[in-house]
């Protein structure tokens, strides 16, 4: 697999500020927020605020918005609660769905209002697809997925400071905000997120325990 396909779905589930990024919808409910990296200023010991700022971001990782499409068993979730993805998919080894029900049969490049329906919308984007099975996530404790993200064998064969451009700038990273009607966007928004990583890696991106 292209790395470029692995790092598109890397975070999965992140807008800086003049990234051209635009959506034609808003949220339904409010953000929740998320702590910028100049909270943790404070933490004098340096591999302390490290792994500090990395859970801070793992609230992003690990919201609905980005874990649902993380699946370690090749099989998708969907909504706040992460029910199973309806109808039943079994990716496999694919990260676009398995042959007869490619993810691109619902999905299209842009959030679809479906009036008159519990549905409320269905999610797309023009990079949707599910993570690369290396990165699956769910399951797993921020530390453990820190260090797939860090791991070139896993990651795409990307650099921490790929990471950084794609935490900022990955427009499929920048749907976690604007996920459509009837779904809770990501903490905060991708600038804050971004920043986040890149001082946990400006840190010696130190994983939590």
Request: aromatic share 6%; charged share 15%.
């Amino acid at each position: 697999m292209a790395p470029n396909t692995v790092v598109a779905a890397t975070f999965a589930g992140m807008v800086m500020a003049g990234a051209g990024v635009v959506f034609g919808d808003s949220p339904t409910t409010p953000v929740e927020s998320l702590r910028p990296a100049s909270a943790f200023d404070s933490i004098t010991n340096e591999t302390a605020r490290s792994q500090a700022l990395f859970e801070e971001a793992a609230r992003v990782i690990t919201h609905p918005r980005c874990m649902n499409c993380h699946p370690v068993t090749r099989t998708p979730a969907q909504g706040d609660d992460r029910h199973p993805h309806i109808p039943f998919i079994d990716a496999s080894a694919s990260d676009h769905g398995p042959d007869g029900l490619r993810c691109a049969a619902c999905h299209g490049p842009d959030n679809r209002t479906i009036l008159g329906s519990r549905l409320t919308s269905i999610p797309g984007n023009p990079h949707w697809s599910l993570a690369p099975q290396s990165m699956g996530w769910q399951g797993l404790s921020p530390g453990d997925i820190c260090k797939q993200l860090k791991d070139p064998a896993r990651n795409g064969g990307r650099s921490l400071t790929d990471l950084i451009r794609h935490a900022n700038e990955d427009h499929l990273v920048a749907w976690a905000w604007h996920p459509g009607q009837g779904r809770t966007p990501a903490p905060g928004d991708q600038a804050t997120f971004g920043a986040l990583v890149a001082a946990w890696i400006g840190t010696g991106a130190v994983c939590p325990e």
